[in-house]
């Protein structure tokens, strides 16, 4: 089962290695975002995606980009309209 993680470098970064180490444990293959100064390391079943080294606040903001890239590419192997996704429930608000 792929496993996909977020790693910022933040005051939870050992509790998140700890996870990362129970599903590595189970057979799944990790997939990790990590900011720069995580110190994850890549082995069997682990991929690392470094980043930059980010400021704060903006650390969020420069995670998702991988994520949305993730799910476009997902799919476009799907053959599912990307523009157009099913069972989105639109509403209109009027004031």
């Known amino acids: 089962m792929p496993v996909i993680a977020i790693a910022p470098n933040?005051?939870?970064i050992e509790k998140l290695?700890?996870?990362i180490q129970?599903?590595?444990a189970r057979g799944g293959e990790l997939y990790v975002i990590?900011?720069?100064g995580t110190e994850m390391v890549e082995g069997e079943g682990v991929h690392v995606l470094n980043m930059?080294?980010?400021y704060g606040l903006?650390?969020?903001v420069l995670h998702v980009v991988p994520l949305q890239l993730l799910a476009y590419h997902a799919a476009l192997v799907k053959s599912t309209e990307v523009d157009k996704p099913r069972n989105l429930a639109k509403s209109v608000t009027v004031e």
Request: avoid cysteine.
């Open 58 to 60: 903006l650390s969020p």
């Open 34 to 36: 990590a900011d720069a």
């Open 22 to 24: 129970e599903v590595r």
């Open 17 to 19: 290695k700890s996870n």
């Open 52 to 54: 930059s080294k980010t």
């Open 10 to 12: 933040d005051a939870l």
